[in-house]
């Protein structure tokens, strides 16, 4: 007997306990046994929907189910063709969440904004800079701002603080070279 079958065994016991009958013989409960008080019941119905989910999920109890693993990031042209460009500029996290959109995520690893922005650095649209606070930050490169990457800068509670935006013509050529940006290897862990 395997352990998913022994765990429905104990199931079926449990299940006639819940309704007040002896596992054993099949045979009612009768009413002033402590096994029919509506606590105790409650309680088998409780642990017999517990082990009705470790059934389904394919695992005994204590035993971690291995989830399906994804796949590298990909997205067909169709999907591509789904994207919702924003005519208002749009930063970096907010693109890459919008193409993340388009995919099942639960079958497919999401695109890493940082995979977009390490591609554009490496076509010199963006360049980096270490600033006064030891922080490495990116900018746009003129290139950069040619294809419609730019800065802007904005209030905060913390004072102001520059953003890098993305406008539509930018958004586009992201799209048109997501190809360029996955078969692109650099340092960084991809698709975090």
Known sequence: MTELEKIAYAKSFIDKLAN????????PIPDGDIVNNVRLSRCF?????????????GAPAGKKVKKARRSQF??????????????TPICITELAQRINNLIDTKQVKKLSYKRIVNWL??????????????????????????????????????GEYVV???????????????????SHKDDEKENV
């Open 74 to 87: 990909y997205i067909t042209r169709d999907q591509l063709a789904q994207f919702d460009y924003s005519e």
């Open 45 to 57: 119905f409780y642990v017999s929907d517990i082990l009705k989910q470790v059934i389904e999920n």
């Open 20 to 27: 007040g009958i002896n596992p054993l013989d099949d045979a």
């Open 121 to 158: 650095v490496s076509i010199h649209a963006l360049v980096e800079q270490q600033e006064a606070d030891g922080k490495v930050k990116k900018y746009p490169t003129e290139g950069g701002q040619q294809l419609g990457i730019f800065l802007e800068t904005r209030q905060g509670q913390s």
């Open 164 to 182: 890098v935006l993305y406008n539509k013509e930018a958004q586009t050529f992201i799209l048109d070279n997501i190809e360029a940006i996955l």
